[in-house]
């Protein structure tokens, strides 16, 4: 499947890709942001893109490879990003961009357990050669407290704590190991109530954060944007966790009060209704982007 960039063409017009510029993808997955970034930025914009995952450079490699000389793509965590900018030598950036989201890839053929619609180990690590814990281990290891914190914050699941006594009454039994052991469980605690959200999601998104540190990474990154950026140039987020809004969103705002930015998106920018029709998977997106002064 392929996988489609969301809210796309905001992206380009805030951006505002041109040639002689250089751009960052902090978030690479297939390539799919930064080829209209490149299109838009011939004839020698060029730009940098960064990925946890060596399957998702693969893809991009592949889906990129028109725009060969144009492109630095490194396996690496967006955290590092001072130090890869220096090591790359990569100057005269305009725009960063970041999109926080899971790729159609590790939904549908990844293997990873980051569905609940498949059968698969419970492991929903982006990086498993350089990550060791995995969903599973979090499963089976945490006590109650900390199960439900993990819940609540990164998924907002209403049935944290009643999902946490579970999973312990379920692991004295037996190891959680599968996607199919966990919807079992959850399962179990809910009933479906929202036609567009199923019961699993929230928890299958509370794991994936927690197992890949994701709010972590952010709060390592965010300080490092403005300084690598030119000034006049953007930075845009997407986001689709209320936390992680809230995040970016203090983050920016601290910056423009610094007259450091100007913040371009007052209200966070969502997907058309025409969008989240073809792309389901975009209608919790948040855009927010800022301009350096």
Do not use: W
């Amino acid at each position: 499947m392929a996988h489609i960039p969301v809210l796309a063409n905001e992206v380009v017009k805030f951006i505002e890709p041109k040639g002689g510029r250089n751009y960052i993808d902090c978030t690479l997955g297939d390539g799919g942001h930064a080829e209209l970034i490149l299109a838009h930025s011939s004839p020698d914009g060029k730009l940098l893109g960064i990925d946890r995952d060596q399957g998702s450079l693969r893809r991009a490699e592949k889906n990129l490879q028109r725009f060969n000389g144009r492109t630095i793509l490194i396996h690496e965590s967006y955290s590092n990003l001072s130090t890869i900018i220096a090591h790359y030598n990569f100057s005269n950036i305009y725009g960063i961009l970041f999109d926080l989201g899971i790729s159609s890839y590790h939904i549908e053929e990844s293997g990873g357990g980051f569905s609940f619609r498949a059968n698969e180990p419970l492991d929903m690590r982006f990086n498993r050669l350089g990550q060791a814990e995995t969903a599973a281990d979090i499963l089976n290891t945490r006590d109650k407290a900390q199960l439900e914190e993990i819940l609540e914050m990164f998924g907002g699941e209403t049935y944290a704590l009643n999902i946490a006594e579970e999973i312990i009454r379920k692991r004295e039994r037996h190891k959680i190991e599968t996607t199919a052991d966990l919807l079992e469980i959850i399962n179990k605690v809910k009933k479906s109530t929202n036609r567009k959200i199923h019961p699993a999601t929230k928890t299958f998104q509370a794991l994936r954060i927690a197992v890949n540190k994701e709010m972590d990474l952010l709060a390592e990154v965010l300080p490092q944007m403005t300084e690598n950026l030119k000034k006049g140039g953007r930075i845009a987020f997407i986001s689709y966790h209320s936390l992680e809004d809230a995040i970016v969103k203090d983050f920016f705002q601290g910056l423009a009060q610094a007259n450091e930015v100007k913040i371009l998106t007052d209200k966070p920018v969502s997907p058309s209704l025409i969008e989240q029709r073809e792309n389901p998977r975009s209608r919790s997106a948040k855009l927010r982007v800022v301009e350096k002064i």
